[in-house]
């Protein structure tokens, strides 16, 4: 894991903006919704004149929700980044645009997959019934258990967008013997359970510990460019999400990379890689 995590911080590095383009393109959207659904948690200055400390409160309460709103979010939004990272593997100078083109037949199923099968969906749905202006309720507390349900199924098959990005299996599939999304799913996932929980405890603490460290570098940039280092209600409400979405973007290339990972080590997976490497080589050698 270490090697992997080393391995993913030169990816980042040397692809740092192609995915940064590709990772915005899926963060975009994901943002504006959740501040459409969250926003209205902070009370408005006068309201937080008469309220006193309810100003603090809301604020927790946004950032609270968007924090479990962007957990079960971040694999969709890096679907992009996703189809990116496997073009890097076969060809020598991979273009955003073909990685975008190539992703978008296979972009709405994907879409599809996370909002019903990972609970993208019913977490909107749940704020959605939240009557805005109320106190704490009932369906936030649905949320942070939806939260919990998505992270366990996620730890037990944590490779969905690169078995429906890369290997572009089906749906479903006439053909009893075609391998579809779930047949895949359980080859894959099934030989290594073991694994896959010590690999989700390691990413969960990492993924923890950058997004204070993130959140630090942007409060102290913040204070250097403008000279005010001064940390009010907004900032966290700005800051927390923006720090959750850069680690997102350098845990899918982490993610990436343990698929490679495992597939390697169960499928011999190196020499077919190697292979399609070369066969691209010289297809863009050709006249």
């Not at 911080?9 to 040397?14: D, T």
């Not at 408005?44 to 008469?50: G, M, P, Q, T, W």
């Not at 998505?150 to 075609?178: C, G, M, S």
Request: net charge neutral; glycine share 4%; hydrophobic share 55%.
């Amino acid at each position: 894991m270490l090697d992997i995590l080393d391995l993913a911080l030169q990816v980042c590095r040397l692809y740092l903006w192609p995915l940064t383009i590709t990772m915005s393109l899926g963060v975009i959207p994901l943002a504006i919704i959740n501040y459409w659904l969250t926003n209205w948690m902070l009370p408005s200055n006068a309201e937080a004149l008469v309220a006193g400390d309810q100003r603090v409160v809301g604020a927790v309460r946004c950032v609270w929700t968007t924090i479990l709103l962007i957990v079960i979010e971040a694999p969709l939004a890096s679907v992009l980044a996703t189809s990116y990272l496997g073009r890097v593997m076969f060809v020598p100078a991979p273009r955003v645009r073909d990685a975008i083109r190539e992703a978008l037949p296979y972009v709405p199923r994907a879409t599809l997959c996370h909002l019903l099968l990972r609970g993208v969906l019913p977490a909107w749905l749940l704020l959605l019934v939240v009557e805005r202006g109320s106190e704490y309720s009932l369906a936030e507390m649905l949320l942070l258990l939806l939260t919990l349900a998505v992270l366990v199924q996620r730890t037990t098959a944590p490779f969905l967008n690169e078995i429906l990005l890369l290997e572009k299996n089906p749906l479903q599939a006439a053909d009893p013997q075609a391998i579809t999304v779930s047949r895949r799913n359980r080859m894959l996932h099934g030989s290594n359970p073991s694994g896959l929980l010590v690999q989700a405890l390691c990413v969960s603490t990492l993924a923890i510990l950058l997004t204070l460290s993130v959140f630090g570098a942007l409060l102290s940039a913040k204070g250097i460019v403008l000279d005010d280092w001064s940390v009010r209600e907004r900032t966290f409400v700005v800051g927390v999400p923006l720090a959750m979405w850069i680690v997102a973007g350098f845990l899918a290339v982490v993610r990436f990379l343990a698929y490679i990972d495992l597939r390697i080590r169960q499928e011999g997976w190196e020499v077919e890689l190697r292979m399609r490497a070369e066969g691209s080589r010289l297809l863009e050698q050709l006249p």
